[in-house]
T-cell receptor
Framework: NAGVTQTPKFQVLKTGQSMTLQCAQDMNHNSMYWYRQDPGMGLRLIYYSASEGTTDKGEVPNGYNVSRLNKREFSLRLESAAPSQTSVYFC???????????????FGPGTRLLVL | SQQGEEDPQALSIQEGENATMNCSYKTSINNLQWYRQNSGRGLVHLILIRSNEREKHSGRLRVTLDTSKKSSSLLITASRAADTASYFCALLTSYSSASKIIFGSGTRLSIRP
């Protein structure tokens, strides 16, 4: 099992460009998450999905959109990148049971994004 | 803020010594988890303790939870070089939503050989 995979690993964007971060998990989890991690700070939740077809905003959703394409995949899109979105982005998944939060999360390796 | 506050922010100890890091919070919780993050990697789950539990062990890890003081501690015994990493607590304040999972800012642990 690969667990949680993310692509790309590193990306440089110019202000105003768009891009999609991809995430996939092979653990048959229902819940998936997108976080950002900034220096000296913990993870902040951007969006999450309790199951395929549903998505909800987290703590810092502005400037982002998500798609839960199927049970395995959860993508994060930056429509018009800004320097403030320079960060490390982590995807995670959890939960064999729907609607249960606070279970162990499994994280991908992260995508390092630099917006110039 | 409901965010977990971790203390210390950084800790450097000699290999073989014990490392203790703390997480304090301001609201009631359903459970608390500890995660480890090696440099440049994703977070890895270490241990989960529920609000009705006071202590849990996993190998060289010992976690305590004091809900009256709203604090938790993670003890790593007989530290090794491989324990060098950042450690985060994550609080679940409600089962109603994933947005109720709050991560602390972390403790950076360095183990000196």
């Amino acid at each position: 099992n690969a667990g949680v995979t993310q692509t790309p690993k590193f990306q440089v964007l110019k202000t105003g460009q768009s891009m999609t971060l991809q995430c996939a998990q092979d653990m048959n989890h229902n819940s998936m998450y997108w976080y950002r991690q900034d220096p000296g700070m913990g993870l902040r939740l951007i969006y999450y999905s309790a199951s395929e077809g549903t998505t909800d905003k987290g703590e810092v959703p502005n400037g982002y959109n998500v798609s839960r394409l199927n049970k395995r995949e959860f993508s994060l899109r930056l429509e018009s990148a800004a320097p403030s979105q320079t960060s490390v982005y982590f995807c995670a998944s959890s939960g064999l049971a729907r609607g249960r939060w606070g279970e162990t999360q499994y994280f991908g390796p992260g995508t390092r994004l630099l917006v110039l | 803020s409901q965010q977990g506050e971790e203390d210390p922010q950084a800790l450097s100890i000699q290999e073989g010594e014990n490392a203790t890091m703390n997480c304090s919070y301001k609201t009631s919780i359903n459970n608390l988890q500890w995660y480890r993050q090696n440099s440049g990697r994703g977070l890895v789950h270490l241990i989960l303790i529920r609000s009705n539990e006071r202590e849990k062990h996993s190998g060289r890890l010992r976690v305590t939870l004091d809900t009256s003081k709203k604090s938790s501690s993670l003890l790593i015994t007989a530290s090794r070089a491989a324990d060098t990493a950042s450690y985060f607590c994550a609080l679940l304040t409600s089962y109603s939503s994933a947005s109720k999972i709050i991560f602390g800012s972390g403790t950076r642990l360095s183990i000196r050989p």
